[in-house]
Every structure is written in C-alpha cells, then in structure tokens.
C-alpha cells in the first residue's frame, strides 16, 4: 500500500565547507561534487523521487551561488518545490532547524538529511517504520566499517535507542547514525525550541528512550573524503552497470 505523503517537508543540510575534500570544494560545493558524472544532490533527488516527496528545503553557505543555480534548474526542469535557506555564518545542524523552524507548520512529518551522503535508502520503508512506532522521532542507520569514527546507537528489543556516543574509542555495536532522521511536527519544533548549535551532541542526547533506530539494508557512505568519493564513483558505476 502506497503511503500518504503529501505533507512530508525535507530539509537538506548542504551548508558545510568540505575541507577533506579540497582542492575539489575551492570551487564545488560539497553537496555538488560529482558522482559519475552527477551532482551528489542528484542522487537525492532520485530518493526523493521513488518516495514521492516534492517540498524541499536546502541550507547554503559555501559558494551559494552554486546551489543557487541547481535549485532553479531543479525547479525548471522536475516535479520538486525547492527552496534555499542561505547562512551567512552556520548555525550548526540544530541552528538550521531553528532558523527554519516554519518548516512545521503544515507538515506531517519532516525528513532531515544530511545531504553529503551517498545512500540508495528506501524512504518510504523508513516513513512506514516511524509511523509503526509512535515515538517522535526515528534515526536511520547504517552498518559502520569504523565505527570509533561514527555516533554509535544502543537499541533494545524494540528498536528504542536507549543509548547514543559520539565516536566511542570503545564501540559497543556498529550500527552508527546515516545522519537522515524523521521527525514529527512536534519534536521538530522541539528541537527548534531548544535553541542549541549540534543535532548529535545537544539534541540526541535528549531524544534517548523516546526515539526508534531503523537500520537500511543498503549502502551509506558519508561523502567526507576523497577515499569515500572515489569509493562512491565505483559503487555508482557497478550499480549502473547492473540496471543494464
């Protein structure tokens, strides 16, 4: 059964400057870096696409004019309603979701992505499992390599998180935040209320014992390097050559 999606707002975050990645980011922003040949944002749009979302909201900061271009390109040529919330100095991650706390207003759910991800995540599996629950909010995951490297979550026996560390030097598990959590209106204005710079060291600690985990069975590889770029080009080309 198809989902209702109709009120469901993404906010992108894109803001940030990609420094592991320069010399590339000098002159491309993050969120724009080329994967096979594609924007990374593009890859989103695919997501946003097979889950039928249309209403999205993008944080600039480094080379707006950039994105800037995409949006009304995107806005020109597809289905999707894209606006820019631009940062003259960032607000952090939680900082972005105060300054665009009307996002709310009239959403059933909003999506949060952090948008320097590389994911073939099912959106509406994800949708479907945080409306099983009832919590307010969910947080995908994904299986970390490394993951002393990632914010590491504790489940129990019904997918609450009831425990969360940034980047433990002693991993109790390997099921590390994809950085893509869904939020009701209520815990969004929340977290906008809180008036707090960081989404993983000022909010989710708040979050513990009233938010869900749900683990995609796909690929997610932070885009934060250029090991994992070269990592995702290859990945994107063996998928391509599969659909053939």
């Excluded at 906010?11 to 594609?38: E, F, I, M, Q, S």
């Amino acid at each position: 059964m198809s989902l209702d999606v109709g009120r469901v707002r993404v906010l992108l975050l894109a803001g940030g400057l990609g420094t592991r990645l320069r010399p590339l980011t000098d002159h491309t922003p993050k969120c724009l870096v080329p994967v096979a040949g594609r924007p990374l944002l593009d890859y989103w749009l695919d997501r946003f696409r097979e889950a039928g979302l249309r209403d999205l909201r993008i944080n600039t900061h480094h080379l707006p004019e950039a994105v800037r271009e995409y949006i009304d390109r995107v806005n020109a040529t597809s289905e999707f309603r894209m606006s820019e919330a631009y940062e003259a100095q960032l607000l952090g991650s939680a900082g972005t979701v105060m300054a665009n706390r009307d996002l709310a207003d009239d959403a059933s759910e909003i999506l949060i992505v952090y948008a320097d991800n590389f994911s073939n995540v099912d959106l509406n599996e994800l949708l479907r499992f945080h409306r099983s629950h009832g919590d307010p909010m969910t947080m995908m995951l994904f299986r970390a390599p490394h993951p002393e490297n990632c914010g590491i979550a504790t489940l129990d026996a019904e997918h609450r998180i009831i425990d969360f560390v940034e980047k433990p030097k002693n991993p109790t598990s390997d099921l590390a935040n994809a950085g893509l959590y869904v939020l009701s209106q209520e815990a969004y204005k929340e977290i906008a209320d809180m008036q707090v710079f960081d989404i993983g060291f000022d909010v989710l600690p708040r979050f513990l014992n009233r938010m869900r985990g749900w683990a995609s069975p796909g690929f997610h590889l932070d885009i934060g390097t250029h090991e994992a770029l070269e990592k995702a080009q290859t990945l994107s080309t063996q998928l391509e050559q599969g659909k053939r």
